[in-house]
């Protein structure tokens, strides 16, 4: 092949062919992926302005709530919350930001049955999952079954299941996962 190039007046490139003398174009650099739509990161100004304390209500709770937000700037934002009483509209995300920001009597009388923290959970990106299983662990009254598995129809994840697993035999309730852990699999 190269010697028929070389007869055609082409040299050798990487990928391209270009006539002798002649620059071959670089080959075009395909634009970054966008975040996915669930994973909202925080913008720039945004960040300062929970890191300076200067953030709104909306601001600070839509940080803890996001998915896409940093561990460091989530952190800052709990703090917020939970200092100044901050809280969503939205009863949902309210029972999240309780349980996130371990406000447990307040969660406790908004989501006696976690039916909202289960909505909450089944609706939320997985780095907030991940962030809301955390925080699960450390209240301790959150019924974790229901939570994980929504309606009792989806099936888990391996994370969740090992994480499920882990917290039922902390909590010595072997019994409390029936049929949802093992149709999970």
Avoid: H, K
Wanted: glycine share 8%; with cysteine.
């Amino acid at each position: 092949m190269w010697r028929w190039l070389e007869r055609w007046r082409r040299r050798r490139t990487r990928g391209t062919v270009a006539p002798v003398g002649e620059q071959a174009e670089p080959p075009p650099v395909p634009a970054p992926d966008p975040p996915p739509a669930e994973a909202t990161p925080v913008t720039q100004p945004l960040a300062s302005r929970i890191a300076l304390g200067l953030a709104t209500p909306a601001q600070a709770c839509a940080a803890v709530l996001s998915g896409g937000s940093s561990d460091a700037l989530v952190s800052q934002a709990v703090a917020i919350c939970r200092d100044r009483g901050y809280a969503p509209d939205d009863p949902v995300a309210r029972a999240a930001l309780f349980v996130l920001t371990g406000q447990v009597a307040r969660y406790r009388e908004l989501d006696p049955s976690n039916a909202l923290l289960a909505r909450a959970y089944q609706r939320a990106p997985q780095r907030l999952r991940r962030r809301l299983r955390a925080a699960m662990s450390e209240i301790g009254e959150v019924d974790l079954v229901q939570v994980l598995t929504g309606d009792g129809r989806r099936a888990l994840a391996e994370t969740e299941r090992e994480y499920l697993v882990r917290a039922l035999t902390g909590r010595r309730a072997w019994g409390t996962c029936g049929a949802s852990c093992s149709s999970s699999r």
